[in-house]
């Protein structure tokens, strides 16, 4: 019991004040999430972590390896973005904690994750009975910043959060890098009278890392019940970008989602329509004043019906909002944005960027 207050302290609890809720709610990072308490000296060999809980608060399987950022012996050089220390995972390498939870619950883990050597290095993350692999190949910022979020339902009062390397590499010691883990309890928005669309305008979604400004990935294959946005799919090969107000220009509130990988990310909602109904879509796109450049158009897609929103940004953090009608053809109909084009930032090659989609509206259009 005392274990578990403590954990419950240490996630570090926020009164939510709204009309429909008035319970606390979990937020921020796990115990010993950003592995700045270091495993004792005893329980290292070099780096690697002797003993399965020698990581304070975690539990580990297979070789880990605590890890300080910079470079390396050997020649490597190690981005750790959050704080100082990290882990690595070695071939089919784990490690884990159990925290407390609410069943029922929808909630988002963010981390802080990069692969160190071979191109198809894969994080598996996992909360029974629900697990994801996500592809480390592509970076999406060129400083090795990446962060993910994953979400997950919770089935009964605690969650067993596992990141596993399931790689075999030839260099036993290849693997991802984690190097902060944080939750977030997420409430899932309801479509409103005004607007079929749920999270339309993108504010509900996963946890910041704090000094994070890298915005937040959403990795491809995300379904909508358990998705870290709530109400959106990730439908795509690549991953959709979770953006915040205080780091990017957003068009409207404190967030929105940013297309970064051309025709391979694409994001998806399915709403409850009525066929032989006219509707009336109505989006923004901009630019996140994030050095993203130049033409940009994003397309949508609902029922048999297309549209394509061109924007030029001058990286100014402008947008413009556009609409189009459609014919429902069924009583769901799915409706899909992605970017045209890909972009990089005119300041940093390595880093993908692309238009920003915010404050997405669907009304039925009532006959004159
Ligand atoms: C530890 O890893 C090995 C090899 O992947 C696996 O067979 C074993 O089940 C794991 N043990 C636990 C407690 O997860
Ligand atoms: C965040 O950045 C501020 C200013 O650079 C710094 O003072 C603070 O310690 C940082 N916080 C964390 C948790 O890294
Ligand atoms: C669609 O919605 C936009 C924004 O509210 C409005 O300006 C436009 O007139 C609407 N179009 C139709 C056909 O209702």
């Known amino acids: 019991m005392a274990v578990l207050i403590s954990l419950l302290l240490a996630l ?10 008035a319970a606390t709610y979990l937020e921020g990072l796990l115990p ?29 399987n297979g070789s880990v390896e605590y890890i300080a950022g910079g470079p390396q012996p050997g020649g490597m050089y190690f981005a750790v973005a959050h704080g100082i220390h990290a882990v690595r995972l070695g071939n089919e390498a784990s ?50 910043g990446d962060v993910y979020a994953w979400g997950f339902r919770a089935t009964s009062n605690e969650a067993k959060v596992t990141f596993h390397n399931p790689g075999v ?30 999270n339309s305008g993108f504010e509900e979604g996963p946890h910041l890392l704090i000094n994070s400004s890298t915005g937040v990935l959403l990795p491809p294959k ?32 404190l967030a929105a989602v940013e297309l970064l990988a051309g025709r391979e990310s694409a ?22 004043k994030n050095g993203c450049h130049g033409d940009m158009m994003i397309e949508a897609f609902a029922a048999k019906d297309s549209f394509k929103a061109p924007f030029k940004s001058r990286g100014k953090g402008e947008f ?10 069924a009583a769901r109909t799915r409706l899909t944005f992605f970017s045209s084009f890909y972009h990089t930032r005119i300041d940093d090659f390595g880093s993908l960027c692309g238009p920003v989609l915010d404050q997405v509206r669907v009304l039925s259009i009532r006959k004159p």
């Open 169 to 198: 590499q030839e260099d036993p010691a290849c693997g991802p890098l984690l190097d902060a883990v944080a939750i977030k309890e997420l409430f899932p928005p309801m479509p409103t009278r005004d607007n079929l669309v749920k």
């Open 12 to 21: 570090s609890s926020v009164f939510f004040t709204g009309p429909a809720f």
């Open 95 to 144: 490690i884990s904690q159990t925290i407390p939870v609410k069943p029922g619950s929808l909630y988002a883990l963010t981390f802080g994750a990069s692969r160190t050597c071979a191109q198809d290095e894969v994080l598996r993350v996992s909360v029974p009975p629900q697990t994801g692999d996500l592809p480390l190949q592509t970076l999406y910022d060129s400083f090795g």
């Open 267 to 288: 994001i998806a909602q399915v709403l409850r329509t009525v066929p032989n109904k006219l509707y009336n879509l109505t989006f923004s796109i901009g630019d996140g």
């Open 222 to 253: 995300q379904e909508d019940l358990t998705s870290p946005l709530p109400g959106w799919i990730i439908e795509s090969l690549k991953a959709v970008k979770f953006v915040d107000k205080k780091h990017f220009n957003v068009p409207f509130g």
């Open 32 to 60: 010993n999430g950003n592995f700045e308490e270091s495993p004792k000296p005893t329980d290292l060999k070099k780096t690697v972590i002797k003993g399965k809980y020698s990581l304070p608060k975690w539990e580990i």
């Open 320 to 329: 413009k909002t556009v609409s189009f009608k459609f014919k429902a053809i």
